[in-house]
Nanobody, 119 residues
Framework: QVQLVESGGGLVQPGGSRRLSCAAS????????MAWYRQAPGAKRELVAF???????IYAPFVKGRFTISRDNTKRTVSLQMNSLNPNDTAVYYC?????????????WGQGTQVTVSS
């Protein structure tokens, strides 16, 4: 049974930091590229950051050096360290897994974790 379980969401003040984690199970982790997406109210889901099995990360332009994605292939986890958060970062954050052989959109999704940036 495939599972992606996100954690770490919550309320954070503007300028603050938050670390999201995603634990994967039920598939061959090293065969999948991992990503974080987010969806704000009334908006489409958008890519935040992407990391391939063995290689460097890719970030959406709006990240602007504030976020860092990392993966631990031994622990089967992917994390997103978010710094300098602002209210525009308020969204549900989703972990996604995309087959590195097939590409395209993620085949598997987590349930999402809410991040709210507000004073």
């Amino acid at each position: 049974q495939v599972q992606l379980v996100e954690s770490g969401g919550g309320l954070v003040q503007p300028g603050g930091s938050r670390r999201l984690s995603c634990a994967a199970s039920g598939f061959t982790f090293n065969d999948y590229d991992m990503a974080w997406y987010r969806q704000a109210p009334g908006a489409k889901r958008e890519l935040v950051a992407f990391i391939i099995t063995e290689g460097g990360p890719i970030y959406a332009p709006f990240v602007k050096g504030r976020f860092t994605i990392s993966r631990d292939n031994t622990k089967r986890t992917v994390s997103l360290q978010m710094n300098s958060l602002n209210p525009n970062d308020t969204a549900v954050y989703y972990c996604g897994a995309r087959s590195r052989f097939l590409g395209g959109d993620p085949a598997y999704w987590g349930q999402g974790t809410q991040v709210t940036v507000s004073s």
